[in-house]
């Protein structure tokens, strides 16, 4: 069996310039998101303890469905944009830490999009500032991923209004999750790992 390439992920991410708003343009369709999901999005803040405040949110049926976590480096003495990221479960009542990858494997120079990937390949999504994204710059980042091993042909495009809906338009908490390649059991004071996992747009 071929010996399956290391993929290449972004150095030197400066984080302050990262943060903002995100939209997901393309991701790997799981099958807890709703089929008819749409708006999909990622909001990042800075924290004062140098972490990541993540929001994800996606609209279905009208209806606002969303998931609050934290984002932090993999290794703090590692320049690699490799990061994991926390949820707590249920949303509602958090007590279950829920942990994942999330590595940028591309980012243009104007932190204007981004393609973000994670060790086993079984998630992957293509994000950009805006909600629509130039056919040109699409078709490079799914080039890309090729590169790094990623079947492209499993991306499904996220439909996205423009202008995008506000936050605040409905408040259903969605409890989504799944857990690629051996979820362990756990109990509630203990961290579950998973090889990889989604929550919307990570």
């Not at 939209?23 to 807890?32: L, M």
């Not at 051996?182 to 998973?194: D, P, R, Y």
Request: charged fraction near 25%.
């Amino acid at each position: 069996m071929a010996k399956t390439k290391e993929m290449t992920v972004v150095r030197g991410l400066d984080l302050a310039r990262y943060m903002g708003r995100w939209y997901e343009i393309a991701s790997f369709p799981t099958f807890f998101q709703p089929k008819d999901g749409r708006n999909t999005r990622a909001t990042y803040n800075l924290n004062d303890d140098g972490t990541v405040h993540v929001l994800n949110e996606t609209w279905s049926g009208g209806k606002r469905d969303y998931i609050e976590g934290t984002a932090y480096k993999a290794d703090p003495n590692n320049d690699e944009a490799k990061f994991k990221v926390k949820f707590y479960l249920p949303p509602f009542l958090p007590i279950i830490p829920v942990v994942g990858n999330y590595w940028v494997l591309y980012l243009d120079e104007d932190y204007q999009y981004a393609l973000i990937g994670e060790p086993t390949r079984k998630s992957l999504w293509i994000l950009c500032r805006q909600t629509q994204m130039d056919d040109g710059i699409y078709n490079q980042l799914l080039e890309r991923a090729k590169e790094e091993g990623y079947d492209v042909s499993k991306l499904r495009q996220t439909p996205q209004d423009d202008p995008p809906p506000e936050s605040d338009a409905g408040m259903q908490l969605l409890l989504i999750i799944k857990a690629f390649g051996g979820l362990n059991l756990f109990s509630a004071n203990k961290v579950v790992q998973a090889s990889s996992f989604s929550l919307y747009v990570l």
